[in-house]
Structures are given as structure tokens and as C-alpha cells.
């Protein structure tokens, strides 16, 4: 070869270099929203029959997957197994003040979200079965940066009171945090120190998350978390995980189910297609890549599968659950509860309707978020090995209707 062909050969092969990194720039790249860019398929191939197939067959889970490694029980059996309660020194090093590797058998499961989406329902519901233990409220410390106190609580709440029972190893404990996935160190806490714990998921039509999670605000009268509608709530008020110094804030962007969820790392996140999903609900602040991947098993569900009124699909979801869960017996059946306070009849003349037309910029965004997360949810998250869910081809009928505006 001459040295001047192998010049031109050099430099057109750098060029075809220059021109996939650019290409595979533009595609990844994280812009800041706000507000965020319509809903647009375009780009994504076979998106249409995604959107609209019906028939759709999910291959069944096995959620027997679900099952800790052999090493890790025979581990489990012998610390709950002894016929003692173990030390608080089991799990924590006062003097170091770090937790031990055992911590991660202090909580077997957690209904980690989303707030208004049923996880009230679910985490009493789940606490009615004889071999569940709860901490029976809401524990929201697991947002915050204290490993000595979040140890010391799960062990006085969820080991102390049932360590003693004779079918200690049997039992299943657990908490529920709906803003558990909503902050990077709720994330860190499963996915590097409680390990073990099964992760438990409900989310909602964002349209209906948004109008239930309003006019609960008003109920409990936080109406300092509220800001003026219609456009003091769309986009993402402060930037980040919505946010570490306040998730509780309402703004559309609390909504963004799909965004916190793939901060799991569940999915390859090297498709194109699944980048046009996820990257306009990033922005510089938004950043994961540094996140370990979240090794634990997720149970899946939307809001309508607890309250579904077939009665074969009822069963097998509460038999998907106790055997996700690792439990020898049935649930009794689903019972509805409503979250505490929600009859106060306080500022009852200020509930919304979001319906209405005054609030069509809101669900403009909200759908703009639905459409999205439909087909993220749908075509990578319910993909994942290690993502379990009961009914597939019914949830996925369920979250197909999340790219139709509920209200038209």
C-alpha cells in the first residue's frame, strides 16, 4: 500500500469515527427541560406496535426466581435461626459506626413507592398476613443520611418485637416508604446496603397520581408543598431526584415514574430507542451513571391490578405476591384503606378537577410523562430478569392506556 492511499484511507476512517461519536452524542445527550418537549414516536422503531397491540404475550415469570441465593439463606438461618434474638452489635459497629454485611437481613421487603399510587392499600394489606411484620407506619428515615438510627429503628421495630417467635426465620419483615426511589440515597440504601431486600412497586396514570396527590396535599392541609397552578407545578422545581432536600414537594415531575425507576439499572440502556425514552426527563442534574446497579427483585404492579374485578387475575395476584414474598401460606383477600387523614374535610372547596379546562397544561405535561413512561415501562422495565409482575398481558393492557389523555 503507498503511503498516500494509506493516508486517505487513515483520514476518511477518522472521519466515519468522528461522525458515529457525534451521532451517539446527539442521541444521549441530557437536555434541561423545562418546560419538557411534546410527546413525539418518531424515531423509535416499531413503536406503533408497541403502542397498540393487544395481544402482546408476556412469557410467565417464575417468581420462585425471586428466591435469595443458597449462601444467602443458609446465611439468614443462622443468624434469625438460633432460637435468640441477636445483638444490636450484629448489625452495627458503635465503634467504627458503620453497619455489618448483616444488616441486609433486618428487612426482607419494602413497599418502595409510589406515593398515591396504592402503596397505603398495599402495605396494610400486606401486614394483614400472620407471618408479616411491619414497622406499621410510614418510615420516611430511610431518606436520611443516618446509618445509626435507620439500623437501631428497623432492629427495635421489625426484629426485637418477633425475635423470640418460634417461626422467627419464617417471618417476612418489612416497611413501607413511597419516597423511597424518589432520592439518590434511598436508591444507595437498597442497592449497596440492603441488599437482600425485595422491592415492591405500584405506579399510577400520572393524570390521576397528579389530581389524588393534590387533593391530598389540601386534605392534610400542606398546602406549603403546593404552589400555584397551573404552571408553578409542571417540570421539576428543583432539578434533581425531586429532590433529596424535599421529595414531598408536588410538581409533575414527581410523576416521572419511569425516570426514578431507571435508576435501578434494571434495563441495557445502550438502545437508542430506549435513550429517546428516558433522556428528556434528564437534565445535568439528573445523573445515575455513578449509581451501582440495584442487584434486588422488584414486584411490579399498576394501581387497577389491587382493586381488579376479575376474579381469577385477583387470585393469582395475591399468589404472585406470597410466593415473590417467600411466604408458605396465602394473603387473605385485598382491602382498600385510605390513607390517614384523608376525611378531614379541610379546603374541600379547593380539590381540583383536573379535567377542567383551566388545568389543561398540567395534563398536557402529565401525558406528555404517560406516553413516555408506557412505553418505557412496557418495552425494557417489564423485560428485565429481575423485574416480576403478575397478569403481564394485563398490566401491559393497563399501561397502554396511559397514552390516551383519561379526561378526552
Sequence with gaps: MSRPRWRVERLALLAVVVLLVHTMMTSVSLPTLSPYPLFDCSGITNATAVLHSSSRQFIH?????????????????????????????????????????????????????????????????????????????????????????????????????????????????????????????????????????????SVRHPVWWFQSYY????EQNETHLLKDLPNGLIGNLKGNFASDKSPWILQTATGEFHRYLSAM???????????????????RNWNITHLPRMPNPVFFSEISQLSDKNITRRALFRKDLQTFLGLPSEFPPIRHVRPQGTDSGLNQDKRINICDEKYAPVRAELMNVARHASLWLRKYFMESKSVYFSSGDFLDELLQKWMDDPCQ
Excluded at 215 to 218: A, E, Q
Excluded at 265 to 283: A, H, Q, R
Design 61 to 201: 415469570k417464575d417468581v420462585r426466581d425471586s428466591k435469595r441465593s443458597t449462601k444467602s439463606e443458609k446465611e439468614r438461618l443462622q443468624l434469625l435461626g438460633s432460637g435468640t434474638v441477636p445483638t444490636i452489635d450484629t448489625f452495627w459497629i458503635k465503634e467504627q459506626r458503620k453497619p455489618t454485611p448483616k444488616v441486609r437481613f433486618l428487612v426482607d421487603y419494602v413497599v418502595a413507592g409510589f406515593p398515591k399510587c396504592g402503596t397505603t392499600a398495599l402495605g396494610h394489606w400486606l401486614s394483614s398476613h400472620p407471618l408479616i411484620k411491619d414497622t406499621a407506619e410510614e418510615e420516611h428515615h430511610i431518606l436520611m443520611k443516618d446509618m445509626n438510627y435507620t439500623t437501631n429503628r428497623l432492629y427495635e421495630s421489625l426484629l426485637l418485637p418477633w425475635g423470640t417467635d418460634e417461626n422467627m426465620t419464617a417471618v417476612v419483615r418489612g416497611f413501607r416508604c413511597p419516597h423511597q426511589l424518589h432520592t439518590e440515597w434511598g436508591i444507595r440504601m437498597l442497592s449497596q446496603v440492603f441488599t437482600e431486600t425485595k422491592v415492591i412497586v
Design 215 to 218: 387533593n391530598y396535599r389540601l
Design 265 to 283: 439499572k434494571k434495563t441495557p440502556m445502550t438502545d437508542p430507542e430506549e435513550i429517546t425514552l428516558l433522556s428528556p426527563f434528564w437534565n
